[in-house]
């Protein structure tokens, strides 16, 4: 520790030229942090969201075809579906002119909670959910994002019908990731009825099957069933599901963490450079302290510690920076459904950490071999070169 | 405090061998104050480098202060020198980000001393060297003969029984070259350090007790200075 401020003041030497390498470095871990959170963020994203055993069904032709809402009962029907419920996009907004802020469906009430069983939504939510025909349950991103909270009541404007519909917040999926609003299905029929338009039909079935074996087996048979019905239909679990939706998102992802690996090894080169420019400005310097005692192992490490000192303070730059521009893209995305599951992407503590360990690691890479070769150099030899 | 015994030093540059040094043999009593002189290329730099514990001999054999170097390995070769030498360079050579008083003090990091300990000690050196109300300035702000006492406090910082400089005053003009020379002897006089110096300069003869002549990197003679001719006058 007796030799930190002789590092540190070899560090404020050529203040620009230690400014400038550090930026780079701290860039190289702001960005290895953002794309580190990437993965992690769609693993847990589609862990939080999906499951085995629940199985999604639509029309074969796309998920903006409708299907009969009679085909609920015949999947319910089938051994080994649980509970199945049915959605119906509203696209229901709060302020039209700002568009659809967030996804809202109309649902089955009575076997909700027990095809979303793993999202550990409050019995009592469960309850009132089913009793109130205006109830919703309302995911916490979105509750958090407009201020609401249980007890309030909210009026969305759908984009699809022609129709405007108050609802009771009686509960909350309580996710912070969860951006959907799911209200009755009853409460819709009723206002189509009250409208003169009776509505049969449904965007889509969620059923959860018992046995994760027998999984493939009913999508088969759920699909067979409707062959050559009214409307063909494709199922799939969620996992599946989901994990088709961000398949090309995360080859992207692959891309470009292949790409902040090669920026890495870059800045250690650059890092390197700057440390060898640095040391061959003090190689007289360096032989004057060899001279007057310093060991090698001293030179060495005094060297090493100024590239790793460096390097770790931009990298906890880098760090903080990545912590606070994700930070922001979460705020950013919590207002779009579209982009909703960038809301996962956050750098955690280990990836923090992951960050500061490379940034010492770039320090270590970039400044061993000047300082290696500084303090084997000669002392008699460099003295006769250099003075 | 320091016997050379029919040493040579020999470098190889590219194809040629410079013989630096040819069966050199030298003693040196304590507090002594010895110049080494000759033309360039005649050896003097390695001597001293040779007999501060710089540079190893291919031939022969150095005891300084009763320590056999030719069988020290390079850690007690830096002991030996953080411990017994004390170095004065012409350039100066002080490290342009630390204070004078931070130069001074920069060989007793490697020793046991606390940071009050050792910055105490440091402004004693300057203290002795006349710069003690300039030891926060930086090596940029002092003039050329102020550096080299700086240099000069850190050779004697650590209480090293030799000091050695090779051509102290090569950069200074008259009157600090002087000067640095008159420092040298209050410290062979009033310290009993044993200081041996390369130099051009003619003046250091009627400083220095001894002045040995080197040519080719042979002995030649070794000759009285004015340092001795006083004492004996007196």
Redo the contacts between chains.
């Keep these: 520790m007796k030799y930190l401020p002789f590092v540190l003041r070899n560090l404020g030497r050529n203040k620009l030229r230690s400014l400038l390498t550090a930026s780079a470095i701290a860039l190289a871990i702001a960005l290895v942090c953002i794309l580190r959170t990437m993965p992690a963020g769609l693993d847990s994203f589609l862990s939080s969201i999906a499951s085995n055993t629940r199985v999604s069904t639509h029309n074969e032709a796309g998920m903006v075809y409708a299907m009969p809402y009679a085909y609920l009962q015949k999947v319910r029907a089938i051994p080994g579906v649980v509970a199945a419920i049915s959605w119906q996009w509203f696209g229901g907004a709060v302020d039209l002119s700002k568009g659809v802020a967030f996804p809202n469906f109309a649902v089955d009430p009575e076997d909700f909670g027990r095809v979303y069983e793993d999202w550990n939504i409050a019995p009592q939510a469960l309850e009132d959910f089913r009793k109130y025909r205006d109830a919703a349950l309302v995911g916490r991103g979105t509750l958090e994002k407009n201020g609401w909270k249980v007890g309030d009541v909210v009026t969305l404007q759908s984009t699809v019908f022609p129709m405007q519909l108050s609802f009771r917040i009686v509960g909350e999926v309580p996710n912070p990731r969860a951006t959907q609003f799911y209200f009755q299905r009853e409460y819709l029929v009723q206002a189509f009825q009250a409208s003169g338009t009776p509505i049969d039909s449904t965007g889509m079935i969620w059923s959860r099957i018992d046995d994760p074996d027998r999984v493939e087996p009913i999508m088969r048979q759920i699909d067979e069933m409707f062959r050559n019905g009214e409307a063909e239909t494709a199922s799939e679990t969620e996992k599946s599901f989901f994990g088709n939706f961000f398949s090309s998102l995360k080859g992207i992802v692959a891309v470009i963490q292949i790409v902040a690996g090669i920026v890495t090894l870059c800045i250690v080169f650059i890092a390197a450079n700057t440390a060898s420019m640095s040391v061959r400005e003090r190689v007289g310097e360096i032989a004057i302290l060899r001279a007057i005692g310093f060991r090698r192992k001293i030179v060495f490490s005094t060297l090493l510690a100024e590239a790793a000192i460096l390097s770790t303070l931009a990298g906890v730059a880098g760090a903080l920076v990545s912590l606070g521009l994700t930070l922001m893209l979460r705020n950013l995305t919590s207002s779009g459904p579209q982009l909703g599951p960038l809301t996962g992407f956050i750098v955690t503590d280990t990836i923090l950490v992951q960050a500061l360990f490379l940034a010492f690691l770039i320090g270590i890479v970039s400044g061993w071999l000047p300082a290696l070769g500084a303090s084997r150099r000669s002392v008699a030899q460099t003295l006769r070169e250099v003075f | 405090m320091i016997d050379i015994t029919n040493v040579s030093r020999v470098y190889q540059r590219g194809a040629d061998e410079i013989h630096a040094l040819e069966h050199v043999s030298l003693h040196v009593s304590k507090g002594r104050f010895v110049a080494l002189m000759g033309p360039s290329g005649s050896g003097k730099?390695?001597l001293l480098?040779v007999l501060?514990g710089?540079?190893r001999p291919n031939a022969g054999e150095v005891v300084v202060g009763g320590r056999r170097l030719n069988e020290l390995s390079?850690?007690q070769l830096?002991?030996f020198?953080?411990?017994t030498v004390?170095?004065v360079?012409?350039?100066f050579?002080l490290?342009?980000?630390?204070s004078a008083v931070?130069n001074v003090e920069?060989?007793l990091?490697?020793t046991k001393l606390s940071?009050a300990e050792r910055r105490q000690r440091a402004e004693t050196a300057l203290r002795i060297v006349g710069l003690a109300e300039r030891g926060d300035h930086l090596p940029r702000q002092l003039s050329g003969g102020e550096q080299q006492r700086v240099a000069i406090a850190?050779a004697i910082v650590t209480d090293a029984d030799l000091v050695v400089a090779?051509e102290p005053t090569g950069d200074l003009d008259a009157r600090n070259a002087e000067e640095i020379l008159s420092l040298l002897q209050t410290l062979k006089r009033d310290f009993g350090k044993t200081i041996v110096i390369v130099t051009h300069d003619p003046r250091a003869e009627k400083w220095v007790d001894e002045v040995i002549h080197l040519d080719k990197g042979l002995l030649l003679e070794t000759r009285p200075g004015g340092g001795l001719r006083d004492v004996a006058a007196s």
């Excluded at chain 2, 490290?95 to 630390?98: N, T, Y």
């Design positions: 730099s390695t480098n501060a710089l540079d390079e850690d830096a002991e020198r953080a411990h004390g170095f360079f012409q350039f050579n490290i342009p980000v630390l931070e920069l060989p990091l490697l940071r850190r090779d």
